[in-house]
């Protein structure tokens, strides 16, 4: 069994704590929900009681030194996961880290250097990587059964400037670490690594982007054009662009559905997501079996898929003209 210590106590905490809680409920043991960090001790102990967890702490340090604890669910903003999983790592700690996994490759190649130097898994917890709907949408792509695949559209915005990490430089802030990654990630996942791409966006005053379009290329000619923004609510389709049809994923943040029209517009075909707990069970199983198999990496997020998706992002925000006043 894998005991899982939570840093941080925001609604990713929460979501995680209970899908931990409802695998137990379901049968699944192999994870064990043991201690919950936050720098507001009250607040620590209060989430401790709500989701049944027996250890609160008031210290981020002080759960990385705690012997019980062999596995750090990182569910802090961005712009502190490299301090926080470096932390976890330099206590013997394994690691799974929420996306946008650092602020920047450099940061992102160090924390796996350093975790692979202890022999300690390390892994991004996107979990759109994990989930059986990304075998399912790549099945239905390689079928070609509405023809070649030659261009896909993804978006995802979310109406979030409520929250402070989103419109504050300082804080790694704007929408693509936060949802744009989720775009990118698709487009890679359906039609591998692009060879080119071009980013533009609008920006808060505070230098954040609120809105962004980025545009890839592949040498064989096909090309996907993605968007994501913090101001306003999207459908968040991803549809793939086919010679004879289209295919398209509901919810590319979570895919429920994969719907195959024909060139007339027909709806030929339809699979629904399998039954979840909440999405995030696949990454947390997959992690625990990686770590009693004593690998330092997850197979449906290594390590160089990580970086190469941060050196993306780093490009488009070079090409955006973005830097964050810490880099």
């Not at 899982?4 to 609604?11: E, V």
């Not at 130097?117 to 399912?136: C, F, K, V």
């Not at 980025?214 to 000619?221: A, N, P, S, V």
């Not at 306003?232 to 010679?243: A, L, M, Q, W, Y």
Request: aromatic share 8%.
């Amino acid at each position: 069994m894998i005991n899982l210590g939570i840093l941080g106590a925001g609604k990713i905490a929460v979501i995680m704590a209970n899908t931990v809680n409802r695998m137990a409920a379901a049968g699944n043991n192999e994870v064990r929900l043991c201690a919950v960090a936050v720098r507001d001790r009250e607040r620590a102990e209060r989430f401790a009681a709500e989701f049944g967890i027996p250890k609160a702490f008031g210290s981020y340090e002080d759960m990385a030194a705690d012997d019980e604890v062999d596995l750090v669910y990182i569910a802090t903003p961005h712009s502190h996961h490299f301090e926080h999983s470096m932390l976890c790592l330099e206590h013997g700690k394994h690691v799974l880290c929420e996306k946008a996994f650092t602020v920047n490759a450099k940061q992102a190649r160090e924390l796996i250097a350093f975790a692979e130097s202890r022999g300690l898994l390390i892994t991004e917890a996107i979990w759109t990587r994990y989930q059986p709907m990304r075998r399912i949408i790549d099945e239905v792509v390689a079928s070609k059964e509405v023809g070649e695949p030659r261009m896909l559209t993804a978006n995802l915005c979310y109406a979030i400037l409520e929250n402070e990490r989103i419109v504050k430089s300082a804080l790694a802030g704007g929408a693509l670490l936060d949802v744009g990654v989720y775009t990118i990630n698709f487009a890679e996942m359906v039609f591998g690594h692009a060879d080119s791409y071009y980013a533009v966006c609008t920006k808060n005053e505070d230098g954040c982007d609120m809105a962004g379009s980025y545009t890839m290329l592949w040498k064989d000619g096909r090309t996907a054009v993605l968007c994501s923004g913090a101001e306003v609510i999207s459908d968040r389709f991803g549809t793939v662009f086919c010679t004879e049809g289209f295919i398209q994923v509901e919810n590319i943040n979570n895919p429920q559905s994969v719907r195959v029209f024909d060139k007339n517009y027909r709806l030929i075909r339809e699979i629904k997501c399998p039954a979840q707990l909440t999405g995030y069970e696949y990454e947390v199983l997959e992690t625990a079996k990686a770590i009693e198999e004593g690998k330092t990496e997850c197979q449906s997020m290594p390590h160089s898929e990580t970086v190469r998706i941060m050196e993306i992002m780093d490009g488009m925000r070079e090409q955006m003209g973005i830097k964050y006043p810490f880099e």
